[in-house]
């Protein structure tokens, strides 16, 4: 498994995970597909903080992080929320972890203090995951989101990056 920023040429690749939790599932409460060029945009809004992991000797995706603007204004400026998809196969693999780790150490090293996660409640193995790397929840935010006729609530999570 190879870490690596991601590049313009992935788009087609990204959005075809990512279209595929969205489609698929109730993780995320928008039944807007992404396209390639708002990946593409994405990507190049984002040089150093948009990462994905390949599976060696296949070429394949397994899958992607990013993190960016949590609020607006300067107040918020040294946090970020972020977002992980895993291809179906690259579960449980140690896939998301070493994504995270990857990105966690970016934003610190770019001087950010805490990452947010945004996570659909529904979604009990994010909840896990995000627990398992340091993440404490912060906050449940009921009935917030909706999505194929569904009132979903959003557990807020979050993780010092920093001591400063």
């Known amino acids: 498994m ?11 690749a990204i959005a075809s ?4 939790m969205i489609a698929g599932s109730l993780f995320t409460f928008t039944n807007q597909l992404k396209t390639e060029a708002e990946i593409r945009a ?25 993190y960016g603007t949590f609020r607006n204004g300067p107040g918020y400026a040294a946090t970020v929320e972020h977002s992980i998809v895993l291809a179906e196969g690259a579960r449980r693999s140690g896939t998301g972890r070493r994504l995270m780790e990857r990105a966690m150490a970016e934003a610190a090293q ?28 912060a906050g449940r935010l009921r009935e917030v989101g909706r999505k194929n006729d569904q009132w979903l609530d959003l557990i807020l999570m979050q993780k010092t990056l920093t001591s400063d």
């Not at 190879?2 to 087609?12: C, V």
């Not at 809004?45 to 070429?59: I, K, M």
């Open 2 to 12: 190879s870490i690596r920023a991601a590049k313009p040429e992935d788009a087609a």
């Open 17 to 20: 995970i990512w279209n595929g």
């Open 42 to 66: 994405l990507i190049e809004a984002r040089p150093r903080a948009v990462w994905l992991a390949e599976a060696d000797g296949q070429g394949g995706l397994a899958g992607f992080v990013t």
């Open 110 to 137: 770019q001087g950010m203090h805490v990452m947010v996660a945004g996570i659909s409640a529904v979604n009990s193995g994010a909840v896990a995951f995000h627990s398992a790397l340091g993440f404490v929840e």
